[in-house]
């Protein structure tokens, strides 16, 4: 493994050099500067040295990287890590990727530039895998909801097939047949798990989806508005929609407003998540309750045993999602 001499001796600086570029702590020129990070990458010398001081030397700071902390969802998680920082004296370092890979990345390197004591991610990125941390192998980590799933980390996770299966069987209770689907991202296990739960409920009550029932969405406003326009220019339409996410919903509720439509009364609709703003849409939307504050409060204990004991078993903590009726759902 390289040592900071080995740096310095590729560099042709001296190792008080490299410690300056490493930590900012004194001007070294660009030309200098770019000679000290070449030599780094080329022997993967910074980011295991940077991983390393996280074990030796604690900060009682953590880092989040989230895609965007804008979105209700994700702003109602983060609070909840923000209140388990406050109660237990840690700070928060939060970055925003907006979906970006290069930001994501250069997010990091300044998280590890600050020797944040570990990081909780909860990012979107459908292309990004366990490889996007190699170069970081000593870093705790913890997945909270909505990441790679094949990245070796803790995992705090919805149980998104059970509560897409309670949307739909909510739907089929109030004595809807004819239901669609509006998904998320395919391809992303939130999205996923959610449309298998809504698929295994249709099938437990032996009731058929056109495909042309169930559209993709992308878990944003426009998304949900796109696909309710598109539903709605269906020859035979769906009498309810159970919507993957509350962004969504609040997008095809829009749809169904231009459209002169009125729900719960020509159609039922059933989003997820439950963020604050369900409460305040007309009509209140029924979801299903991510319990986000929980979630966020326990990727922090979970962070910080990881940190305390590095070498135990990965754990995937599961939560229970539940149903909150309010008026966007009605029997027929």
């Known amino acids: 493994m390289a040592t900071i001499k080995d740096v310095a001796k590729q560099a042709k600086v001296s190792t008080s050099t490299v410690s300056h570029v490493l930590n900012k702590t004194r001007f070294v020129s660009p030309e200098v500067t770019l000679r000290v990070e070449q030599a780094m990458k080329a022997l993967q010398y910074a980011p295991s040295a940077l991983a390393r001081s996280l074990k030796v030397k604690e900060t009682r700071t953590l880092g989040m990287l989230v895609t965007s902390s804008a979105n209700p969802f994700f702003a109602?998680?983060?609070?909840?890590?923000?209140?388990?920082?406050?109660?237990?004296?840690?700070?928060?370092?939060?970055?925003?990727?907006?979906?970006?890979?290069?930001?994501?990345?250069?997010?990091?390197e300044m998280l590890l530039q600050k020797r944040v004591d570990g990081i909780?991610?909860?990012?979107?990125?459908?292309?990004?895998?366990?490889?996007?941390?190699?170069?970081?192998?000593?870093?705790?980590?913890?997945?909270?909801d909505w990441g790679p799933q094949d990245m070796l980390a803790d995992?705090?996770?919805?149980?998104?097939?059970?509560?897409?299966?309670?949307?739909t069987e909510h739907l089929i209770a109030l004595g809807h047949r004819h239901i669609g689907c509006i998904t998320g991202p395919l391809g992303r296990r939130a999205a996923d798990e959610r449309l298998a739960g809504f698929k295994t409920a249709m099938a437990n009550a032996n009731?058929?989806?056109?495909?042309?029932?169930?559209?993709?969405?992308?878990?944003?406003?426009?998304?949900?508005?796109?696909?309710?326009?598109?539903?709605?220019?269906?020859?035979?339409?769906?009498s309810a929609v159970f919507i993957a996410n509350d962004m969504m919903a609040a997008g095809a509720l829009r749809a169904l407003a231009d459209a002169n439509m009125t729900v719960p009364e020509q159609m039922s609709i059933v989003g997820y998540d439950n963020i604050e703003l369900a409460h305040y849409l007309v009509p209140a939307l029924t979801s299903i309750e991510q319990p986000k504050a929980v979630m966020g409060a326990l990727a922090v204990d979970t962070l910080l045993a990881r940190i305390k004991q590095p070498d135990s078993p990965r754990q995937v903590l599961t939560l229970k999602p539940e149903l909150v009726i309010r008026h966007s759902s009605q029997g027929i």
Not at 81 to 108: H, M, P, W
Not at 132 to 138: A, V
């Open 76 to 108: 109602e998680v983060v609070q909840g890590v923000e209140q388990r920082c406050f109660e237990l004296g840690y700070s928060l370092a939060l970055c925003n990727t907006q979906g970006d890979k290069k930001r994501l990345t250069s997010n990091i």
């Open 120 to 144: 909780i991610l909860m990012c979107t990125q459908l292309e990004l895998g366990a490889h996007i941390f190699e170069r970081y192998p000593n870093v705790p980590l913890v997945l909270a």
């Open 155 to 167: 995992v705090i996770q919805d149980g998104g097939q059970l509560g897409g299966q309670l949307a």
């Open 207 to 238: 009731l058929t989806v056109p495909d042309e029932w169930v559209c993709e969405g992308d878990f944003e406003l426009a998304g949900g508005n796109i696909a309710m326009s598109r539903l709605l220019t269906l020859p035979q339409r769906p």
